[in-house]
Protein backbone atom coordinates (compact mmCIF):
# COMPACT_ATOMS: atom_id res chain seq x y z
CA UNK A 1 0.00 0.00 0.00
CA UNK A 2 1.47 3.59 -1.30
CA UNK A 3 -0.53 5.34 0.37
CA UNK A 4 0.76 9.08 -1.05
CA UNK A 5 3.17 9.39 -3.25
CA UNK A 6 4.58 12.65 -4.41
CA UNK A 7 6.79 13.50 -7.61
CA UNK A 8 9.06 14.71 -7.83
CA UNK A 9 11.13 14.98 -4.74
CA UNK A 10 13.56 17.67 -6.00
CA UNK A 11 13.71 20.15 -8.01
CA UNK A 12 15.38 23.14 -9.07
CA UNK A 13 14.03 26.28 -11.25
CA UNK A 14 14.97 29.65 -12.33
CA UNK A 15 12.95 32.33 -11.34
CA UNK A 16 10.13 32.94 -13.82
CA UNK A 17 9.54 29.18 -15.00
CA UNK A 18 7.02 26.83 -14.41
CA UNK A 19 6.33 23.59 -13.07
CA UNK A 20 3.76 20.81 -11.79
CA UNK A 21 3.73 18.74 -8.98
CA UNK A 22 1.70 15.54 -8.57
CA UNK A 23 0.32 13.61 -5.37
CA UNK A 24 -1.26 10.22 -5.90
CA UNK A 25 -3.44 8.63 -2.85
CA UNK A 26 -4.11 4.61 -3.18
CA UNK A 27 -6.49 4.82 0.51
CA UNK A 28 -9.57 6.67 -2.02
CA UNK A 29 -9.43 9.72 0.50
CA UNK A 30 -12.10 12.78 -0.53
CA UNK A 31 -9.93 15.23 0.72
CA UNK A 32 -6.45 16.01 -0.29
CA UNK A 33 -4.35 18.72 0.46
CA UNK A 34 -0.90 20.78 -0.47
CA UNK A 35 0.87 22.46 2.05
CA UNK A 36 4.08 24.17 2.28
CA UNK A 37 7.04 23.88 5.06
CA UNK A 38 9.07 26.59 6.21
CA UNK A 39 11.51 26.51 9.44
CA UNK A 40 10.34 27.99 12.38
CA UNK A 41 6.74 28.07 10.73
CA UNK A 42 5.15 24.52 10.50
CA UNK A 43 2.89 23.91 7.85
CA UNK A 44 0.52 25.75 6.17
CA UNK A 45 -2.14 25.32 3.68
CA UNK A 46 -1.94 26.20 0.29
CA UNK A 47 -5.14 24.76 -1.51
CA UNK A 48 -7.18 21.78 -0.77
CA UNK A 49 -10.38 20.03 -2.70
CA UNK A 50 -12.95 17.89 -1.11
CA UNK A 51 -13.74 16.02 -4.23
CA UNK A 52 -12.98 15.45 -7.36
CA UNK A 53 -13.48 18.67 -9.91
CA UNK A 54 -13.47 20.95 -6.57
CA UNK A 55 -10.66 22.69 -5.13
CA UNK A 56 -10.26 25.51 -2.90
CA UNK A 57 -7.98 28.55 -1.16
CA UNK A 58 -6.19 28.07 2.25
CA UNK A 59 -4.16 29.77 4.07
CA UNK A 60 -1.01 30.44 1.37
CA UNK A 61 -2.53 30.30 -2.00
CA UNK A 62 -1.17 33.25 -3.83
CA UNK A 63 1.25 32.23 -6.73
CA UNK A 64 -0.13 28.34 -6.99
CA UNK A 65 -3.01 27.07 -8.98
CA UNK A 66 -4.09 23.21 -8.27
CA UNK A 67 -6.61 20.66 -10.18
CA UNK A 68 -8.09 17.60 -8.51
CA UNK A 69 -9.45 15.78 -12.37
CA UNK A 70 -9.21 12.42 -10.82
CA UNK A 71 -10.09 11.41 -6.97
CA UNK A 72 -6.87 10.08 -6.87
CA UNK A 73 -4.86 12.67 -7.90
CA UNK A 74 -4.42 16.60 -6.58
CA UNK A 75 -1.62 18.76 -8.93
CA UNK A 76 -0.21 21.77 -7.73
CA UNK A 77 1.18 24.08 -10.53
CA UNK A 78 3.27 27.31 -10.18
CA UNK A 79 3.07 29.37 -13.16
CA UNK A 80 5.90 32.19 -12.77
CA UNK A 81 7.87 30.94 -10.05
CA UNK A 82 9.34 33.26 -7.67
CA UNK A 83 12.43 32.68 -4.98
CA UNK A 84 9.82 33.06 -2.27
CA UNK A 85 8.32 29.56 -3.08
CA UNK A 86 11.28 27.94 -2.04
CA UNK A 87 10.14 25.11 0.24
CA UNK A 88 9.42 21.76 1.11
CA UNK A 89 5.91 20.87 -0.48
CA UNK A 90 3.73 18.02 1.44
CA UNK A 91 0.60 16.83 -0.23
CA UNK A 92 -1.75 15.10 2.48
CA UNK A 93 -5.16 13.18 1.79
CA UNK A 94 -8.14 12.64 4.44
CA UNK A 95 -11.49 11.08 4.99
CA UNK A 96 -14.40 12.14 6.25
CA UNK A 97 -15.44 10.39 9.62
CA UNK A 98 -19.50 10.78 9.78
CA UNK A 99 -20.32 12.86 12.77
CA UNK A 100 -16.56 13.17 14.76
CA UNK A 101 -13.88 15.33 13.68
CA UNK A 102 -10.69 12.96 13.31
CA UNK A 103 -8.67 15.48 11.68
CA UNK A 104 -6.08 12.91 10.54
CA UNK A 105 -3.76 13.50 7.54
CA UNK A 106 -2.02 11.10 5.77
CA UNK A 107 0.85 12.73 4.24
CA UNK A 108 3.70 12.32 1.44
CA UNK A 109 7.11 12.27 1.50
CA UNK A 110 7.36 15.89 0.76
CA UNK A 111 8.95 17.45 -2.62
CA UNK A 112 11.73 20.11 -2.42
CA UNK A 113 11.64 23.19 -4.42
CA UNK A 114 14.49 25.55 -4.94
CA UNK A 115 14.08 28.33 -6.93
CA UNK A 116 16.90 30.47 -8.04
CA UNK B 1 -7.80 33.43 15.98
CA UNK B 2 -6.50 30.42 14.25
CA UNK B 3 -2.98 30.11 15.35
CA UNK B 4 -1.43 27.16 17.40
CA UNK B 5 1.73 28.47 19.80
CA UNK B 6 4.45 25.85 20.19
CA UNK B 7 7.68 25.87 22.57
CA UNK B 8 10.25 25.15 22.63
CA UNK B 9 11.62 25.27 19.36
CA UNK B 10 13.92 22.92 20.16
CA UNK B 11 14.57 20.59 22.74
CA UNK B 12 17.55 18.51 23.51
CA UNK B 13 17.07 15.65 25.85
CA UNK B 14 19.48 13.21 27.62
CA UNK B 15 18.17 9.38 27.03
CA UNK B 16 15.86 7.91 29.37
CA UNK B 17 14.95 11.07 30.29
CA UNK B 18 11.78 13.17 29.98
CA UNK B 19 10.70 15.31 27.12
CA UNK B 20 7.95 18.02 27.07
CA UNK B 21 7.07 19.97 24.40
CA UNK B 22 3.64 22.79 25.16
CA UNK B 23 0.81 23.99 22.85
CA UNK B 24 -1.34 27.41 23.59
CA UNK B 25 -4.37 27.88 20.98
CA UNK B 26 -7.24 30.66 21.70
CA UNK B 27 -10.46 29.41 19.41
CA UNK B 28 -12.48 27.49 21.45
CA UNK B 29 -14.08 25.94 17.68
CA UNK B 30 -11.04 23.54 17.94
CA UNK B 31 -12.37 19.92 18.96
CA UNK B 32 -9.33 17.75 17.91
CA UNK B 33 -5.76 17.68 19.03
CA UNK B 34 -3.37 15.49 17.07
CA UNK B 35 0.13 15.55 17.45
CA UNK B 36 2.42 14.80 14.21
CA UNK B 37 5.98 12.98 14.28
CA UNK B 38 8.36 13.73 11.43
CA UNK B 39 11.49 12.18 10.88
CA UNK B 40 14.41 14.22 8.28
CA UNK B 41 13.45 13.57 4.82
CA UNK B 42 9.96 11.99 5.96
CA UNK B 43 6.49 13.53 5.69
CA UNK B 44 4.85 13.67 9.21
CA UNK B 45 2.83 11.09 10.43
CA UNK B 46 0.11 10.78 13.11
CA UNK B 47 1.71 10.25 16.84
CA UNK B 48 -1.24 10.82 19.49
CA UNK B 49 -4.65 12.63 19.36
CA UNK B 50 -6.90 13.94 22.03
CA UNK B 51 -10.50 15.36 22.39
CA UNK B 52 -11.02 17.92 24.60
CA UNK B 53 -13.10 16.24 27.17
CA UNK B 54 -10.57 14.03 28.02
CA UNK B 55 -7.63 15.27 30.37
CA UNK B 56 -5.20 13.17 29.67
CA UNK B 57 -4.14 10.33 27.04
CA UNK B 58 -1.57 7.75 27.18
CA UNK B 59 0.22 5.63 23.99
CA UNK B 60 2.91 3.62 25.71
CA UNK B 61 5.75 6.39 26.55
CA UNK B 62 3.74 9.08 24.96
CA UNK B 63 1.59 11.10 26.90
CA UNK B 64 -1.43 14.22 25.87
CA UNK B 65 -1.97 16.30 28.86
CA UNK B 66 -4.70 18.90 28.00
CA UNK B 67 -5.86 22.02 30.03
CA UNK B 68 -9.31 22.91 28.50
CA UNK B 69 -10.01 25.95 30.75
CA UNK B 70 -6.08 27.43 29.70
CA UNK B 71 -6.31 26.53 26.65
CA UNK B 72 -3.21 24.58 26.38
CA UNK B 73 -2.11 21.43 25.77
CA UNK B 74 1.71 19.10 26.09
CA UNK B 75 3.18 16.04 24.72
CA UNK B 76 4.99 14.08 27.28
CA UNK B 77 7.68 11.75 25.87
CA UNK B 78 8.93 9.01 29.04
CA UNK B 79 12.25 7.67 28.71
CA UNK B 80 13.07 9.31 25.92
CA UNK B 81 15.43 7.64 23.06
CA UNK B 82 17.47 8.27 20.30
CA UNK B 83 15.00 6.78 18.32
CA UNK B 84 12.23 9.57 19.21
CA UNK B 85 14.61 12.28 17.40
CA UNK B 86 12.37 14.14 15.38
CA UNK B 87 10.33 17.28 14.70
CA UNK B 88 7.07 17.38 16.63
CA UNK B 89 4.17 19.31 15.42
CA UNK B 90 1.32 20.27 17.39
CA UNK B 91 -1.77 20.94 15.59
CA UNK B 92 -5.66 22.01 16.35
CA UNK B 93 -8.30 20.78 14.35
CA UNK B 94 -12.15 22.25 13.64
CA UNK B 95 -14.88 20.66 11.99
CA UNK B 96 -15.77 22.81 8.80
CA UNK B 97 -19.04 21.97 6.95
CA UNK B 98 -17.05 20.15 4.47
CA UNK B 99 -13.76 18.82 5.78
CA UNK B 100 -11.71 18.94 9.04
CA UNK B 101 -9.72 22.42 9.42
CA UNK B 102 -6.18 21.45 10.82
CA UNK B 103 -4.12 24.44 11.75
CA UNK B 104 0.15 23.27 13.15
CA UNK B 105 1.95 24.23 15.40
CA UNK B 106 5.87 25.78 13.82
CA UNK B 107 6.87 22.58 15.39
CA UNK B 108 10.00 21.58 18.06
CA UNK B 109 13.07 19.63 16.63
CA UNK B 110 14.07 17.30 19.28
CA UNK B 111 17.38 15.24 20.38
CA UNK B 112 17.56 12.93 22.26
CA UNK B 113 21.35 12.32 22.98
CA UNK B 114 22.81 8.67 24.19
Known amino acids: NAGVTQTPKFRVLKTGQSMTLLCAQDMNHEYMYWYRQDPGMGLRLIHYSVGEGTTAKGEVPDGYNVSRLKKQNFLLGLESAAPSQTSVYFC???????????????FGEGSRLTVL | QQQVKQSPQSLIVQKGGISIINCAYENTAFDYFPWYQQFPGKGPALLIAIRPDVSEKKEGRFTISFNKSAKQFSLHIMDSQPGDSATYFCAASMRKTSYDKVIFGPGTSLSVIP
Open chain 1, 92 to 106: ASSYWASGTNTGELF
